[in-house]
């Protein structure tokens, strides 16, 4: 079936660096949806991507998806401390949403 | 707008008891509502998809008979963990979308504590 898988697991930053996190399919989509669930919450939805090549931003938040459609990225532009939590990409083909294992950010002050 | 409401939010039970979990689209009619567990610090696990109206579809080595899933009308669709034991403690996590495959609203989520 399809697999969507998300790396790097986990990542820790210092304040003002970047992030970024990698999507991969076994299959190709036709679209692929982010989302953010802060520590203790509920996964909240960021944004879906649906074109081939497509690229998406949200003030320091940019999103890509891949020509081939099987791969995004989420990219923040010098992190501050609102943006830890764990960030799930979540692909869909012809099977309903499937999430990947999500990166987890930690940011130190 | 897209406001999902899951409820409860924490259930502590004994084991054999069963637990019914509701979730309600607030302000939309989620043609879809899915059902997801997640374990600590790890990502969300599919159990079923329901559409209003029809039987669930549940994923492979989840059981339909101990997670019951009715989506009676467009705005509500309930979990049912029948004869609860230990090993369903867990966070259930419901969310819905307007058609299949359109971004998903989630619920906040019922931490489950079975004793």
């Known amino acids: 079936g399809q697999q969507v898988m998300q790396i790097p697991q986990y990542q820790h930053v210092q304040e003002g660096e970047d992030f970024t996190t990698y999507c991969n399919s076994s299959t190709t989509l036709s679209n692929i949806q982010w989302y953010k669930q802060r520590p203790g919450g509920h996964p909240v939805f960021l944004i879906q991507l649906v074109k081939s090549g497509e690229v998406k931003k949200q003030k320091r938040l940019t999103f890509q998806f891949g020509e081939a459609k099987k791969n995004s990225s989420l990219h923040i532009t010098a992190t501050q401390t609102t943006d830890v939590g764990t960030y799930f990409c979540?692909?869909?083909?012809?099977?309903?949403?499937?999430f990947g294992k999500g990166t987890r950010l930690s940011v130190i002050a | 707008g897209a406001v999902v409401s899951q409820h409860p939010s924490w259930v502590i039970c004994k084991s054999g008891t069963s637990v019914k979990i509701e979730c309600r689209s607030l302000d939309f009619q989620a043609t879809t509502m899915f059902w997801y567990r997640q374990f600590p610090k790890q990502s969300l696990m599919l159990m079923a998809t329901?559409?209003?109206?029809?039987?669930?579809?549940?994923e492979q080595g989840v059981e339909k008979d101990k997670f019951l899933i009715n989506h009676a009308s467009l705005t509500l669709s309930t979990l049912t963990v029948t004869s609860a034991h230990p090993e369903d403690s867990s966070f259930y996590i419901c969310?819905?979308?307007?058609?299949?495959?359109?971004?998903?609203?989630f619920g906040d989520g019922t931490r489950l504590s079975i004793l």
């Open positions: 329901s559409n209003e109206g029809s039987k669930a579809t549940y």
């Open positions: 969310s819905a979308s307007r058609w299949s495959n359109q971004p998903q609203h």
């Open positions: 979540a692909g869909s083909g012809n099977t309903p949403l499937v």
